[in-house]
Nanobody
Framework: QLQASGGGLVQPGGSLRLSCAAS????????MGWYRQAPGKQRELVAA???????DYADSVKGRFTISRDSAKKSVYLQMNSLKPEDTAVYFC???????????????WGQGTQVTVSS
Protein backbone atom coordinates (compact mmCIF):
# COMPACT_ATOMS: atom_id res chain seq x y z
CA GLN A 1 0.00 0.00 0.00
CA LEU A 2 1.06 3.56 -0.68
CA GLN A 3 0.26 6.58 1.47
CA ALA A 4 0.69 10.00 -0.12
CA SER A 5 0.77 13.36 1.60
CA GLY A 6 1.85 16.95 1.12
CA GLY A 7 -0.73 18.44 -1.18
CA GLY A 8 -2.43 21.75 -0.57
CA LEU A 9 -3.18 25.23 -1.83
CA VAL A 10 -0.27 27.36 -3.02
CA GLN A 11 0.08 30.59 -4.94
CA PRO A 12 1.60 30.66 -8.42
CA GLY A 13 5.37 30.58 -8.17
CA GLY A 14 5.23 28.75 -4.87
CA SER A 15 6.54 25.33 -3.87
CA LEU A 16 5.19 22.11 -2.43
CA ARG A 17 6.77 18.79 -1.56
CA LEU A 18 4.81 15.59 -1.93
CA SER A 19 5.72 12.43 -0.07
CA CYS A 20 4.68 8.84 -0.59
CA ALA A 21 5.58 5.87 1.58
CA ALA A 22 5.09 2.21 0.83
CA SER A 23 4.16 -0.28 3.52
CA UNK A 24 3.39 -3.97 3.83
CA UNK A 25 5.38 -7.06 3.02
CA UNK A 26 7.40 -5.49 0.26
CA UNK A 27 10.50 -7.35 -0.78
CA UNK A 28 11.78 -4.89 -3.34
CA UNK A 29 10.64 -1.81 -5.22
CA UNK A 30 11.60 -1.22 -8.83
CA UNK A 31 10.07 1.98 -10.15
CA MET A 32 8.32 4.71 -8.22
CA GLY A 33 6.62 7.68 -9.74
CA TRP A 34 4.09 10.45 -9.62
CA TYR A 35 1.09 10.93 -11.87
CA ARG A 36 -1.56 13.61 -11.90
CA GLN A 37 -5.10 13.97 -13.11
CA ALA A 38 -6.76 17.32 -13.68
CA PRO A 39 -10.57 17.64 -13.96
CA GLY A 40 -11.76 16.38 -17.30
CA LYS A 41 -8.34 15.10 -18.30
CA GLN A 42 -6.62 11.75 -18.36
CA ARG A 43 -4.09 10.74 -15.76
CA GLU A 44 -0.59 11.60 -16.93
CA LEU A 45 2.93 10.79 -15.83
CA VAL A 46 4.65 13.64 -14.03
CA ALA A 47 7.93 12.05 -12.94
CA ALA A 48 9.33 8.57 -12.48
CA UNK A 49 12.37 7.02 -10.88
CA UNK A 50 13.44 3.57 -12.02
CA UNK A 51 15.25 0.98 -9.98
CA UNK A 52 18.36 1.68 -12.01
CA UNK A 53 18.41 5.29 -10.92
CA UNK A 54 17.07 6.84 -14.09
CA UNK A 55 14.55 9.66 -13.80
CA ASP A 56 12.00 10.78 -16.34
CA TYR A 57 9.90 13.92 -16.36
CA ALA A 58 6.98 15.25 -18.32
CA ASP A 59 8.12 18.09 -20.55
CA SER A 60 5.74 20.44 -18.76
CA VAL A 61 7.55 20.03 -15.42
CA LYS A 62 11.19 19.71 -16.46
CA GLY A 63 13.37 22.15 -14.59
CA ARG A 64 10.67 22.81 -11.99
CA PHE A 65 9.96 19.43 -10.39
CA THR A 66 12.43 16.97 -8.88
CA ILE A 67 11.72 13.38 -7.96
CA SER A 68 13.79 11.62 -5.33
CA ARG A 69 13.70 8.34 -3.43
CA ASP A 70 14.71 7.00 -0.05
CA SER A 71 15.07 3.27 -0.51
CA ALA A 72 15.49 2.58 3.20
CA LYS A 73 12.16 4.29 3.91
CA LYS A 74 10.51 2.86 0.79
CA SER A 75 9.51 6.39 -0.06
CA VAL A 76 9.37 8.71 -3.02
CA TYR A 77 9.17 12.49 -3.00
CA LEU A 78 8.26 15.16 -5.50
CA GLN A 79 9.65 18.63 -4.96
CA MET A 80 7.56 21.06 -6.97
CA ASN A 81 8.88 24.57 -7.51
CA SER A 82 7.67 27.49 -9.60
CA LEU A 83 4.17 26.08 -9.54
CA LYS A 84 1.68 27.20 -12.15
CA PRO A 85 -2.12 27.13 -12.17
CA GLU A 86 -1.95 24.41 -14.82
CA ASP A 87 -0.22 22.16 -12.28
CA THR A 88 -3.50 21.98 -10.38
CA ALA A 89 -4.54 18.33 -10.20
CA VAL A 90 -4.85 15.33 -7.96
CA TYR A 91 -1.41 13.77 -7.67
CA PHE A 92 -1.02 10.01 -7.32
CA CYS A 93 2.06 8.04 -6.44
CA UNK A 94 2.75 4.67 -7.99
CA UNK A 95 5.19 1.88 -7.27
CA UNK A 96 5.92 -1.55 -8.62
CA UNK A 97 8.10 -4.36 -7.39
CA UNK A 98 7.89 -7.68 -5.53
CA UNK A 99 6.13 -8.55 -2.29
CA UNK A 100 5.72 -11.42 0.12
CA UNK A 101 7.67 -14.61 0.63
CA UNK A 102 6.76 -15.79 -2.85
CA UNK A 103 8.10 -12.60 -4.46
CA UNK A 104 4.92 -11.83 -6.34
CA UNK A 105 4.79 -8.70 -8.48
CA UNK A 106 2.78 -5.72 -7.36
CA UNK A 107 1.74 -2.37 -8.76
CA UNK A 108 0.30 -0.05 -6.14
CA TRP A 109 -1.36 3.35 -6.34
CA GLY A 110 -1.60 5.88 -3.55
CA GLN A 111 -4.90 7.49 -2.65
CA GLY A 112 -4.16 10.81 -4.35
CA THR A 113 -3.43 14.22 -2.89
CA GLN A 114 -4.90 17.48 -4.18
CA VAL A 115 -2.58 20.22 -5.38
CA THR A 116 -4.21 23.56 -6.14
CA VAL A 117 -2.23 26.46 -7.55
CA SER A 118 -4.21 29.66 -7.36
CA SER A 119 -3.93 33.24 -6.25
Amino acid sequence: QLQASGGGLVQPGGSLRLSCAASGSIFSINAMGWYRQAPGKQRELVAASTGGGRTDYADSVKGRFTISRDSAKKSVYLQMNSLKPEDTAVYFCNADGLYGSRLLPFNYWGQGTQVTVSS
